[in-house]
């Protein structure tokens, strides 16, 4: 039997040992952090570990009991089709602005670098100053800056985040117009991916920006759309800073991810917050596989 | 060997994911039948190791350390191990800690809290713990509302550390500008209304520079807010919840008019309320453009500077709460915290946890010096009768000129009902303030509502 030649075994598994290697430490995080957490919380979804009750009543099993009751639960509803809300808008307002400005980039022949620098600043900016931002526009009394504004046409004082017609619309106002600035990026990236051939060969057959834009542009950056369209889906499906910060305990603001924090950590009903989150979860999770089966009918890349 | 470290990834995946499915669920580890009689507690051979949380701020912080010493005093085998929280509420953190077994022996919590965490059975019962000794041996010392606020029917949950309530302020110098030299405070709601409404009427200069009644409706701070409507209540001879504390009472004749009150007030403009900007009614204070508003007598101190006519004179006054109905009082909410223990507790610390708590509460030194650091009065009888609080004194810097008025207020206030559904209630009372003062709803609405729906918990 022949023995194995460390050295030459190293030497053809090098490659691999070292991205392996390097890889060992997100693998373990990811299982401790996401995997082991995951599988755990849905247990924990399946029993009845309401600190408010459990130590009275002792553990038990409840099966699909909260999942059942999520659906029938008020401020989760709520919170969902306010994150429903917010999601929609913050995804056509960021994105639209994000393409928009990424053109525009790509159109300027001098100072590309400055102004995009300049626009991506948005995204340096903490979630906390921007519900400075927010509070200091609406805030409720005259000296507020859109109540001073209106003071000026006579229009007394409002409350904007209280108010049940205007305090979600208030809240989404400062991240819509300040929340492009990666989605930008990501599109500057896709463009500047386009090979210049397709404009020039375009060109001789039409001077029409639409319309290259309609025929070249938009299809080639199909996969970009889809990468900033998933992102935003995400990102609005697990809001929260904004409700919890400016407008804590709202029922006209209240999300879905917030209504479950407050369900665990205020209420202490840990295991109806994990149904919340598994439902998040499935929701979240469905969305992306009809926008990926979407995607794939209708993007040609070549 | 890809193939070798492939599965060596998956199997750590599976791993993680079969610990998590197999690893057991456990409740933290409690013994809410642990029972031992106080009388027979020797200090100076009790051992054991207690940790405490307790609020970062200096001026809570200096005088418990100051306890521990005079505690390790007379009890030199205890350890008192205070952990500084970073931030003075840390309800959620305690959730946390207690669900994950790392929770503390000794929590120091608002009394609705305690009482939250005493029907959960998570703080300990102490009634059961010393065989009813606690009301024999302790419960006479106490101001009986404070020492009710940690109880629910007949348990003991937690001892009382100080109490507090707020009163109605006024800024004297906008008051004589705007009513003349011979201003008299409001006795009765309707005049504090009809002052409030014309102190935003008066122009200085072509522009109006005052601010009325400013009511703390304030969703940035849940606890203020259950404060304010508490004592509201009260004075409309209405209550959160029945004595039980089984059942919502807000949709009585005396809260629906309770309601509509605010709402009229809200409306005519005679109430200011401060919204999502809590900053607001400290703000308007400090730049001294408030006229009205109730505040505590911890916050008296810091604005009592204030001399706008520069007469040498504080320009903030205080009174006694307006009346909204006639024969009633102008109720305003205990506040008062206290020390408990976490059932979490493990038996060989419960009863040099009790004498802690026991100690901070009851000797008398300590108790004061809690008290008079917080700017509040205390929990004990006796020290409700301290000169601290009958003769002046100028020098010391924590001492209120108004504490006799603050007095007369604090034996009428009255608590709010903590029950384990506390939380839930705090927002369904705030939405139901809104949807009265901002969302044009009837007081009828409003007042079904909240009852239908916090009536659902119970059941």
């Known amino acids: 039997m022949k023995g194995i030649d460390i050295k030459k075994w190293y030497h053809k598994y090098r490659n691999d040992l070292k991205c392996y290697l390097l890889l060992l430490v997100p693998i373990c995080l990811f299982s401790v952090f996401f995997v082991y957490g995951f599988v755990r919380g849905f247990v924990f979804s399946l029993l009845n570990y309401d600190l408010r009750f459990v130590m009275l009543e002792g553990l038990q099993f409840v099966g699909f009991e909260h999942y059942a009751e999520v659906f029938r639960d008020k401020d989760f509803l709520n919170g969902l089709l306010h994150t429903t809300i917010w999601t929609v808008v913050m995804l056509i307002g960021n994105n639209g602005f994000g393409l928009l400005m990424a053109v525009c980039l790509m159109k300027l022949s001098r100072g590309r670098k400055f102004f995009l620098a300049g626009l991506y600043w948005p995204a340096l900016v903490s979630a906390a100053i921007t519900t400075q931002i927010t509070l200091y526009v609406f805030n409720p009394t005259e000296t507020g800056i859109l109540n001073s504004f209106l003071s000026v046409f006579g229009i007394p004082p409002k409350d904007w985040l209280v108010n049940e017609d205007t305090a979600l619309i208030s809240l989404m106002v400062i991240p819509f117009f300040t929340g492009f600035s990666q989605k930008m990026i990501i599109f500057y990236a896709g463009l500047n991916g386009i090979p210049k051939t397709y404009y020039e060969a375009a060109s001789l057959d039409t001077d029409s920006g639409v319309q290259i834009f309609g025929y070249i542009t938009w299809p080639l950056l199909g996969p970009v759309v889809f990468l900033n369209v998933l992102l935003s889906l995400i990102e609005g499906m697990k809001v929260i800073a904004p409700m919890q910060l400016i407008t804590p305990h709202n029922d006209f603001t209240m999300s879905a991810i917030y209504a479950m924090y407050i369900d665990a950590f205020e209420n202490t009903n840990f295991s109806f917050a994990f149904a919340e989150g598994f439902v998040m979860f499935v929701i979240i999770m469905v969305l992306t596989v009809i926008q990926n089966l979407t995607q794939k009918e209708t993007v040609v890349y070549e | ?459």
Not at chain 2, 266 to 284: K, V
């Open chain 2, 1 to 459: 060997m890809s193939k070798i470290l492939r599965k060596l990834t998956c199997l750590i995946l599976a791993a993680a994911c079969l610990a998590g499915g197999a690893a057991c669920v456990k409740l933290p580890e409690v013994n809410n039948d642990f029972t031992f009689d106080p009388d027979t507690v020797d200090p100076a051979t009790l051992t054991g190791t207690v940790s405490v949380w307790w609020a970062p701020m200096d001026f809570m912080w200096e005088p418990m350390e100051r306890a521990i010493e005079k505690f390790n005093k007379q009890y030199p085998n205890v350890t008192i191990d205070l952990i500084k929280k970073t931030r003075a509420d840390y309800y959620d953190d305690l959730n946390l800690a207690f669900a994950n077994g790392t929770a503390p022996d000794v929590v120091r919590l608002d009394h609705v809290y305690v009482q939250s965490l005493g029907e959960s059975g998570r703080v300990l019962d102490l009634t059961k713990m010393t065989g009813g000794k606690v009301e024999i041996n302790e419960e006479e010392q106490f101001i009986d509302q404070t020492w009710q606020a940690m109880r629910i029917g007949e348990h003991q949950y937690g001892f009382p550390l100080e109490s507090n309530t707020t009163l109605f302020m006024y800024n004297e110098t906008i008051c004589e500008e705007v009513f003349g030299p011979d201003y008299t405070p409001p006795t009765t709601f309707e005049e504090l209304c009809e002052q409030s409404l014309q102190v935003r009427a008066y122009e200085k200069d072509g522009e109006n520079p005052y601010h009325g009644f400013i009511m703390p409706i304030n969703a940035s701070n849940s606890q203020h807010d259950m404060y304010v409507i508490n004592g509201w209540m009260a004075r409309f001879g209405a209550s959160l919840l029945n004595d039980e504390r089984t059942e919502c009472t807000l949709n009585t004749p005396e809260a629906i008019e309770a309601f509509r009150t605010m709402q009229d007030a809200a409306d005519s403009g005679a109430i200011e309320y401060t919204g999502y900007a809590p900053y607001l009614e400290n703000q308007f204070i400090y730049d001294g453009t408030v006229a009205f508003i109730e505040m505590g007598s911890w916050i008296y101190n810091d604005v009592k500077g204030m001399d706008l006519n520069l007469d040498g004179e504080s320009d903030i006054k205080v009174a006694a709460i307006p009346s909204t109905t006639e024969g009633i009082p102008g109720y305003a909410t205990l506040g008062s915290s206290g020390l408990c223990i976490n059932s979490t507790c493990k038996d060989e610390n419960k009863i040099a946890a009790y004498e802690f708590i026991r100690f901070c509460a009851t000797d008398y030194e300590t108790h004061m010096d809690f008290a008079k650091e917080m700017k509040v009065f205390p929990s004990l009888e006796a020290g409700l009768e301290d000169p601290y609080y009958h003769e002046p004194n100028e020098s010391d810097p924590n001492w209120v000129e108004y504490w006799d008025i603050f007095m007369d207020q604090l034996l009428i206030s009255v608590p709010r009902p903590g029950t384990k559904f506390w939380p839930e209630i705090t927002t369904k009372l705030k939405y139901a303030e809104y949807k009265l003062v901002d969302g044009g709803q009837s007081p009828e609405k409003v007042a079904n509502d909240v009852t239908a729906d916090i009536n659902k918990l119970f059941r």
